[in-house]
């Protein structure tokens, strides 16, 4: 690492020559093998970006240069060009953020994680340089492929391209993938641009050649030149991009360090929109990524760097339970189809699509598509479960709302990873989802707390065929089976006082969603421990409030709801207002999510810092009763 070590900002770079590059391109692939391997994280978008990131940071002069990436789970290497060279706590508290981070750097200008936005802020930057006379400073938006698929990339490239004058380039890392292969129409028009040869290169040819010509070949160049637009269609289909009034550059190398260069310092000068199109391996340079079919390593826990092979096996996660059941749900019915939004194998679709591939929609990252999609496809008769991230959920709300929930659409979505997550910090925090979706009129909300109930609860899910239904779980291992006990209405009760004395059945209800039973049952020994009864009931279905919740509320002195998600407009709010439309007049106490942007720790961390522990919450239900008895007594 004798170069590596010397690079504390990016015009170290300026004094390296060209084969000194290529040794730092190799150090900088080792040090991401051996240093991710510990931490985990994303490993194969860096190693196909390390030719790139050097090419940028050697024409461009950031921070004054602002270079921007999307989504910015390939700003590793950026990170070791601007002095952040210590990744011993890759996304561990208190570490480097494995995205860009403002709090980190004054290189890393957004700290944007969900894709297709780059050139939208990009935009906004050209335009405010342009105000404000700024006329000695680039801007660099860096985008995938894969990102590319996302509608709000071309919204915004129907802007950039509206000013012909206004700098801005656009850098495209082809890789063919996103999470997996990259698909749909704008995939294969790259595709073809990647393996047509380049307009460009054949126009020099044909000069050379021509021009060699006697009498008529200087004319036949000048006519052929005169025809370039049709030429180039022809020669290289890159009319797409300059129909739109983009300048094209490419298909370029991306690991040709030189020829990266050569072409940024060309968009550089142009003085208006360019797109440069550079062709990347994903996972180049280590052997295991680059014989992964899946996904080339994108995203990896801890490994042994020699094999690529995970240190340690994990238990049965919520993710496979789910694909599970689906391939069980397909095989009993026809209309069941699958719907991703460039996330097959993440979401746990893959074992579905190997089975059922004719049933098995993968959108590009278009969550509002799929979302809409999943509409039509419900209305012609078929139901859709629709599976995302529970952060992405966030991106067609719209959708959600107006084209399915508003149409009566039997839809299902899946929300994987919802809740605290931890390690990708805040935007992937999934603590939005059931505070959003409590606005929805007629949509049916589960929270399983086992893998049983997540078996179960989809199946009711897929069974509704007028209205959206949403199941909603966490991330990684899924702990042991949860018994009830009983049921009262729809609810599961987890943990029962026995039979009321008087008009009080247990001094508190808590009430727990999802993946917090086990805490609230810790909490109810706990409180056991103090002489506080407790009932502790799982609603299964948290949206609508289950009808006979009130009435059990009235049988309690207190009210707890404990809930992985955000505190306003969640759970427990729309629990207290059902309590408010019965006449309940029971003290109630709401556990959740701040309103907050988390940083990055494991989700463990995160629980025990925002007080959802079953010790935290029954030191402060403690706290309630004392002074709802007190109350009382007095």
């Known amino acids: 690492m004798a170069l590596l070590t010397r690079i504390r900002g990016p015009r170290d770079l300026d004094r390296l020559t060209p084969g000194q590059l290529s040794v730092l391109a190799e150090e900088i692939r080792g040090f991401l093998v051996e240093e991710v391997s510990k931490t985990g994280g994303h490993l194969g978008p860096n190693l196909g970006v390390v030719e790139l990131t050097l090419a940028l940071h050697r024409v461009f002069d950031s921070p004054k240069d602002r270079v921007l990436f999307d989504t910015g789970h390939q700003s590793y290497v950026h990170k070791l060009l601007t002095g952040r060279q210590d990744f011993s706590r890759l996304r561990v508290k208190g570490g480097l953020s494995g995205y860009p981070s403002r709090a980190e750097s004054e ?10 936005t780059v050139l939208g802020y990009a935009d906004g930057l050209a335009k405010a340089n342009e105000l404000q006379g700024l006329t000695d400073r680039s801007v660099v938006a860096v985008i995938g492929d894969g990102a590319l698929t996302g509608g709000m990339a071309w919204e915004a490239l129907n802007n950039i391209a509206e000013a012909q004058d ?51 070949g200087q004319q036949i160049f000048e ?16 009319g797409m991009f300059e129909d739109l009034g983009l300048k094209y550059i490419g298909p370029i190398d991306g690991h040709d360090e030189q020829a990266l260069e050569s ?51 994990a238990g049965q996660d919520w993710t496979s339970v789910f694909g599970e059941e689906m391939v069980a749900l397909g095989r009993e019915r026809g209309d069941l189809v699958a719907i991703t939004a460039a996330m097959l194998h993440p979401v746990g679709l893959a074992p579905f699509a190997k ?48 084209d399915v929930a508003l149409h009566r659409c039997g839809v299902t979505f899946v929300l994987d990873r919802a809740g605290v997550t931890g390690t990708d910090g805040a935007s992937h925090n999934g603590m939005w989802d059931m505070s959003i979706l409590q606005v929805v009129p007629g949509l049916r909300l589960a929270a399983p707390r086992d893998a049983d109930q997540l078996r179960a609860q989809l199946r009711e899910a897929v069974a509704v065929s007028d209205a959206p239904t949403v199941v909603r779980y966490s991330k990684g291992t ?65 949206k609508p409030v289950d009808p006979a919740l009130p009435g ?83």
Not at 615 to 623: C, K, L, M, N, T
Request: proline residues 5%; glycine residues 10%; negative net charge.
């Open 552 to 634: 059990l509320a009235a049988e309690h002195r207190v009210v707890v709801t404990v809930e992985d998600n955000g505190r306003v407009g969640g759970v427990g709010a729309t629990i207290a207002q059902a309590l408010r439309d019965a006449g309940v007049d029971v003290p109630l106490r709401d556990f959740g999510i701040p309103q907050e942007f988390l940083d990055h720790a494991s989700r463990n961390e995160i629980l025990e810092q925002i007080g959802l522990t079953g010790p935290a919450i029954a030191e402060r239900v403690a706290g309630v009763v004392a002074k709802v008895t007190a109350a009382v007594e007095v």
């Open 355 to 402: 089975e059922f591939p004719e049933r098995t929609y993968d959108v590009g990252i278009a969550e509002q598509h799929a979302a809409v999609s999943a509409a039509g496809l419900a209305t012609g008769g078929l139901h859709p479960v629709v599976a995302v991230y529970a952060t992405f959920l966030n991106r067609c709300f719209d959708q959600v709302l107006m």
């Open 107 to 116: 290189h890393d200008v957004i700290e944007n994680s969900h894709a297709s």
């Open 166 to 216: 206004r700098p801005l380039i656009i850098v495209v890392n082809d890789n063919e993938r996103s999470y997996s292969p990259t698909i749909g129409g704008m995939a294969n028009h790259l595709a073809t641009l990647r393996t047509t040869q380049g307009y460009e290169r054949f126009l020099t040819w044909g000069k050379d050649a021509l021009q060699r010509t006697p009498v008529v």
């Open 478 to 542: 899924v702990g042991p089976a949860i018994p009830a006990v009983g049921r009262i209405g729809g609810m599961d009760v987890l943990r029962d006082s026995g039979e009321p004395v008087g008009p009080v059945r247990a001094d508190v209800l808590l009430v727990s969603v999802g993946a917090m039973a086990a805490t609230c049952l810790e909490a109810a020994d706990l409180l056991a421990a103090q002489g506080i009864s407790s009932t502790v009931v799982d609603p299964r279905w948290v």
């Open 223 to 238: 006519t052929l030149h005169g025809a370039k637009k049709g030429l180039k269609d022809f020669i290289a289909p890159q």
């Open 263 to 313: 072409a940024l310092k060309r968009a550089k000068g142009f003085g208006g929109p360019v797109i440069v199109h550079c062709l990347t391996q994903k996972g180049r340079g280590y052997r295991a990524a680059e014989q992964n079919e899946e996904d080339r390593f994108h995203a990896v826990g801890v490994i042994h760097p020699d094999t690529g092979l995970p240190v340690k096996t």
